[in-house]
């Protein structure tokens, strides 16, 4: 599970059913240079990944990269450009998942301003091969950085969508349905804090259904001072 020492996530399976508004996210926080270093825990406690969290800013865009290393070998490494300049908006994401922790490895690549979305497999023999495909993206794409987004919205928000682009075939746009859930707590060393809690639905091809993962996130903001 791949997640920073501000974002704390739960998976299960739900049915979606509420209604909900499509929007680009406005910018309330503007995003500054981070170096952040966290770990990843089994339900038992045990630590299965070390984490680095990078970002770096140029002008109104944002680069960042968190890559954990699992104690197995495997590698989850994701680099995300977006600008922050009144709304967000995704520039390019590039996200690779690979080694016996993940059941099935990922290369998948997509740039928003041209609309290529790319998938890098290998073969049983050892051969790559690289699929492109040219998709109509929305403008709220929020590939790699749904976390940044949920910190600029308000947590009294009305539920809203935003699109995504999962890495299956040349690319399958979906859309997240995501509602906030008022406010829990949460320990970060000694000190304890409350977190907004968001809850994510995914919804297929605009079909609402019960669905295979499903995701709670806890945005830190006070853990950053926001």
């Known amino acids: ?18 209604a909900a508004t499509a929007e680009r996210i406005s910018v309330r926080h503007i995003q500054l240079p981070m170096h952040r270093f966290m770990m990843a825990r089994s339900e038992a406690g045990k630590i299965i990944a070390t ?27 994701e680099t995300t450009t977006y600008r922050q ?31 290529i979305a790319t ?9 790559i091969h690289i699929e492109s495909e040219h998709m109509g993206l929305p ?23 935003v699109g995504m682009l999962a890495p299956v075939g040349g690319g399958r746009l979906i859309r997240l349905l995501i509602s906030p859930e008022g406010k829990q707590p949460f320990l970060t060393g000694a000190q304890t804090l409350k977190a907004t809690v968001f809850r994510i639905h995914p919804e297929l091809g605009g079909i609402v259904g019960v669905i295979a993962l499903d995701a709670l996130f806890d945005v830190c903001a006070e853990a950053l001072g926001i």
């Open 1 to 18: 599970m791949r997640r920073s020492d501000f974002l704390v996530a739960a998976f299960w399976a739900i049915t979606l059913s509420t």
């Open 51 to 77: 984490g680095e969290f990078t970002q770096v800013v140029q002008g109104d865009e944002v680069t960042m990269r968190m890559i954990y290393r699992f104690s197995d070998g495997s590698i989850d490494d």
């Open 85 to 115: 300049q009144g709304t967000f908006q995704l520039v390019r994401n590039h996200h690779i998942e690979k080694g016996p922790f993940f059941a099935k490895p990922v290369d998948f690549a997509v740039d928003a301003a041209t609309g």
């Open 119 to 127: 998938s890098r497999t290998t073969d049983k023999n050892g051969k």
């Open 139 to 161: 403008d709220d794409l929020a590939n790699g950085f749904v976390g940044t987004l949920l910190l600029n919205v308000p947590p009294n928000t009305a539920p809203f969508r």
